[in-house]
């Protein structure tokens, strides 16, 4: 039995934090994730998109009982001059949904099905981040159990 | 031996295409990845950040020889009034580099160490994608190379 998708992981315990406009420049993310690094906070996802004008956003999740140690690191090399942005949006009513499968790199159509799926239930997907063999997205938290019921009768898992 | 990284992979043969501003409501993302899969696009990272003013760019990549292929696939979508967007940009210049590790999870300081060895190599990042095994960036093709050899000995891994 050849399933792309083997099976949909979840989470409600991840929050999604947002440094608004940060500089395209050679040495910025080590500036962002050292600090973080450094206050021990535990970063999951990673999303960076291409950059426009010189400035892009930097996106990262960690878990909800960490956002004040994180804003604090980021807030203090902010304020030693490390790093730059113009906001930094926390946002703890998230859920992160995957799907994931070790046949999906040649089922492009995995990535399609899974959204139009989310789509279907009326569900906006705010972040997206894949590899090889996952894909996720943050979704609000209110619609976790919809998107994994959804996602299993979708791609025929077990009932979760 | 607790090595977070266990390897370094990198391909050149990948494009990045991105839909410039696309509305973020349900149902695009599906819009958008169900025209590429039925033309048989092979996409592998899939980055959408957060949205400001109800858009947002939407980031793919695919195998540089498939990019002609998917340009019609969107414009033909976009034509038919399935999805909106006010550019298309296609980028074969990149070169993406990953590093991979199961260890990775409680070591968020491996992606602090890995944009720091870019970063002091001058290796401007365009794009991060991760999931917990795996942090993948893109970067001016021009630079894998250096950009390989300074991860390997970062991570202390085997010369490549
Ligand atoms: C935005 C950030 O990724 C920057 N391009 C860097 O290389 O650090
Ligand atoms: C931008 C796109 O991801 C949109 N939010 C959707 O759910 O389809």
Redesign the interface.
């Known amino acids: 039995e050849n399933r792309p998708v083997s099976g949909v992981a979840y989470s409600r315990d991840e929050a ?1 934090m ?1 440094l ?1 406009s940060v500089a ?7 500036a ?3 600090p ?2 450094d206050a ?13 004008e010189g400035r ?4 990262f999740s960690c878990p909800t009982d960490q956002v004040k140690r994180a804003e604090k690191a980021l807030n203090d090399a902010k304020d030693a001059g490390e790093i730059n942005y113009h906001g930094l ?1 926390a946002d703890t009513a998230v859920a992160k949904i ?1 799907a994931v499968g070790i046949g999906m ?2 089922q ?2 995995v ?2 099905k899974m ?2 799926t ?2 279907d239930e ?15 997205v943050l979704v609000d938290r209110k619609y976790m159990e919809l998107a994994v019921q959804a996602l299993h009768d979708a791609f025929e898992l077990e009932k979760a």
């Open positions: 999604k947002t608004v395209d420049r050679p040495g910025i993310a080590a962002i994730f050292g973080l690094s021990g906070v535990n970063v999951d996802m990673i999303i960076q998109n291409i950059a426009e892009t956003d930097m996106t949006v995957s790199r040649s492009s159509g990535a399609a959204f139009k989310l789509s009326g569900i906006n997907i705010k972040v997206i981040a894949t590899s090889e063999i996952k894909i996720s």
